[in-house]
């Protein structure tokens, strides 16, 4: 005779273990959301990280890139065009940081899937028999019942 035990003890289940809790509270304790700051990644916010470009880049380097920006104002672009073409010139974060930070974020928005997978041939075909006869069942059973209406339509029913 099997007997069932009941669980007594341990953590309640949704109760995250200490490593976990250590990790929360050093996050919290730093006043850091990791999560947000994968997402300021991803999005390619370096103002937000609090990134200073400018450190990232040598000195000839930024005198190129304030040139290039001259050129931009002299040939009348508008305010926001020449924002965006100094952000890009300037954002310290690579495309490919950015498409890998989306992607980890992802991780803990969207579970990953597991695929339905049949462990043995033998399975696969127990399930395609029993498939096999509920449709056949089903058949039957369709059959009776026209028989039945076409039977009760002759007797004046």
Known sequence: MTETKTKTGGRVKGTPNKKTRDLFEIAERLDCNPFEVLLHFAK?????????????????MQDIINNAIEGFVDEGRT?????????????????ELMQKSAKDA???????????????????????????????????????????????????H
């Open 79 to 95: 305010e926001k065009e020449i924002e965006e073409i100094e952000k890009a010139f300037l954002n310290p974060i690579s495309p």
């Open 44 to 60: 390619g916010d370096y103002k937000a990280l609090g990134l200073d470009p400018k450190a990232s880049t040598n000195e000839n």
């Open 106 to 156: 992802c991780e803990y928005l969207f579970p990953k899937r597991k695929a339905i997978e049949i462990k043995d041939d033998r399975e696969a075909a127990g399930f395609a028999q029993m498939l096999q006869k509920a449709a056949l069942r089903q058949m039957e059973l369709k059959k009776e019942l026209i028989k039945d209406d076409d039977h009760g339509d002759e007797n004046g």
